[in-house]
């Protein structure tokens, strides 16, 4: 199958970016959001307008980037969703980049391939700037040909792509880099908190880290740890807002894992972390986003 056009359903942070990219490669463009103001700078830029997820089922290819999985079963499976446009011999595939547990994807795949429809999981990691720049990472899962279809639009999207498996198995492994993720964000917060503590350059803690056994994300960066946390807490609704993405990716990974045998201590002893954080931490990270900075 050959992907001419593209539909986008949700335009928020990292929609927006993604669909921005889409366009830019040379798809026909088709974007679908709640928000109006958000829809504009599309509609300005020549892409189709739809008024419901259901107006995106004629296209090639169908990405789902709404915040929750009650949002995605809505706009996929709802009055107005996606298969409530399914007509005429439509079949798109569908590729789910939310990040979602995997039963709603097994959801999906039930209530839509007998119409002819082909559903993938592809979320998506490595935030807003990343988007932007399309230097993302996605994990795909389901079938091959599918995910190779996708590719081509997958392409301008990500420098790091993964097909992890069979239908889910790109969600399955993004919550379980959420989960790694989230702990290194809260842990590294505490441990950035207590170099300054001692009197100790960001800089180089972060410079020794990077060689060492504590190497981390914030220590990768060549910005160092005050650019992540300063993008973490530019203001407090934006950190209110990540936390709560925080405290959801958490409690996919925790349902998860309520699946299996065996316990997971240390994984709710994160969620019970994370469920505290407020007002202190904000404080606390804003000191560090704000400690003195120099080139590396």
Not at 116 to 137: C, F, H, M, N, Y
Not at 183 to 194: G, M, S, T
Not at 198 to 206: I, K, R, S, Y
């Amino acid at each position: 199958m050959t992907i001419r056009s593209v539909a986008v359903i949700g335009l928020g942070a990292m929609g927006a970016p993604m669909a921005r990219r889409v366009q830019e490669a040379g798809f026909d463009l088709t974007v679908c959001d709640r928000t109006e103001a958000r829809l504009a700078p599309f509609a300005h830029a020549g892409a189709r307008i739809a008024s419901a997820p259901a107006e995106c089922a004629a296209a090639d290819l169908v990405i789902v980037l709404v915040a929750t999985p009650g949002q995605v079963r809505e706009a996929v499976l709802g009055e107005r969703g996606v298969r409530a446009g399914l007509a005429g011999g439509l079949t798109p595939i569908l590729a789910v980049m939310s990040t979602v547990p995997v039963a709603v994807i097994e959801q999906l795949e039930q209530a839509l391939t007998p119409l002819g429809v082909r559903v993938i999981d592809a979320p998506v990691s490595g935030g807003v700037s990343r988007a932007e720049q399309g230097t993302l990472t996605i994990m795909t899962g389901g079938d091959s040909e599918d995910v190779e279809a996708a590719g081509v639009v997958f392409a301008c999207l990500a420098n790091h792509r993964f097909h992890c498996g069979g239908l889910g198995a790109g969600e399955a492994l993004k919550i379980i880099n959420n989960m790694l993720g989230l702990a290194n964000v809260v842990l590294a917060a505490e441990a950035y908190k207590l170099a300054l503590d001692q009197g100790l350059d960001l800089t180089d803690v972060a410079r020794v880290l990077d060689v060492s056994s504590g190497r981390n994300a914030f220590s990768a960066d060549p910005a160092g740890p005050q650019s992540k946390y300063a993008s973490m807490t530019r203001d407090g609704e934006a950190f209110a807002s990540l936390v709560a993405i925080m405290r959801k990716d958490l409690a996919l990974a925790v349902d998860m894992a309520s699946r299996t045998a065996g316990q997971y201590p240390a994984l709710h002893a994160i969620e019970a972390v994370v469920a505290s954080l407020g007002n202190e931490t904000f404080t606390d990270w804003r000191r560090i986003a704000d400690a003195p900075s120099r080139p590396r």
